[in-house]
């Protein structure tokens, strides 16, 4: 039973921030959660939202903004005084703190408004560069985003983010053209038939985002391989998660 800490610690801490990786590692994850968008000049950083308005003291869009641009922000001080000054993490600066952990890594695809050419691309040189192919699963609610990644190394373990209740989802999964490792839908359609359709394809199912215990246990005993939560120390600290 995976327990990834989604956008780190983020249940405490800032989301996204080196501040919420290292305390996701402190906090014994088995998985980090993060997303990443391109700056205007090209480099891959942390972010869940397109603009900084919501976890910073600035306001725009990632893609309208420079790297150095962007590290003049803090992206702390909206969740705590305690973390005032935490700045944007470059993807590359997280590969960096966790190439040599035994920690899996879930770098999540952000697109839109805008869709890059290049960010698959640059994903994939950072994953080269720190030798981090093993540890890394790539997912997105973009697929066609997940198959231009794909279709530029098919080694690399491919995650399809489930928002929707989708009709025949295994026939869309077969017929997508990429065997994923993963699945990661949304907890509330998460049920029995797709973990029997899954397991048969051996595909891994890690329903998003699950911060209550009960409803942990409840989809542990359903027999999902992992789950995303916000609150990772709660998850393990309880045996249900822990005992095997
Ligand atoms: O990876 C699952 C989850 O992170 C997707 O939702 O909006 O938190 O990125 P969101
Ligand atoms: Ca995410």
């Given at each position: 039973m995976l327990i990834f800490a989604h956008r780190g610690a983020s249940g405490y801490s800032p989301e996204n921030t080196m501040v919420s990786f290292h305390k996701a590692l402190e906090q014994h994850s088995d998985g980090i959660e993060l997303d990443v968008r391109l700056t205007k000049d090209g480099v891959p950083v942390v972010c869940h939202?397109?603009?900084i308005k919501r976890t910073s003291n600035g306001k725009g869009y990632?893609?309208?903004?420079t790297l150095e641009e962007l590290k003049t922000y803090d992206f702390g001080s909206w969740y705590s005084?305690?973390?005032?000054?935490e700045c944007i993490p470059t993807l590359e600066e997280v590969l960096i703190l966790?190439?040599?952990?035994?920690i899996l890594v879930n770098i999540e695809i952000k697109n839109g408004p805008i869709i890059p050419d290049h960010l698959e691309d640059e994903i994939l040189h950072l994953i080269y560069k720190y030798e981090c192919n093993e540890k890394v699963i790539v997912s997105s609610f973009d697929h066609i985003s997940l198959k231009k990644l794909n279709q530029l190394d098919n080694t690399i373990k491919i995650g399809f983010i489930l928002h929707h209740n989708l009709i025949h989802l295994f026939d869309y999964i077969d017929n997508s053209g990429i065997k994923p490792y993963s699945i990661h839908p949304n907890h509330f359609y998460t049920n029995k038939e797709m973990l029997i359709n899954a397991q048969k394809r051996n595909i891994r199912v890690f329903p998003y985002t699950i911060d209550d215990l009960q409803l942990g246990e409840y989809y542990k005993n359903l027999g999902v391989d992992g789950m995303i939560t916000n609150k990772p120390l709660a998850f393990k600290q309880s045996n249900v998660f822990t005992s095997n």
């Open positions: 939202d397109a603009t990632i893609h309208d903004f005084d305690e973390f005032k000054g966790l190439k040599n952990r035994d």
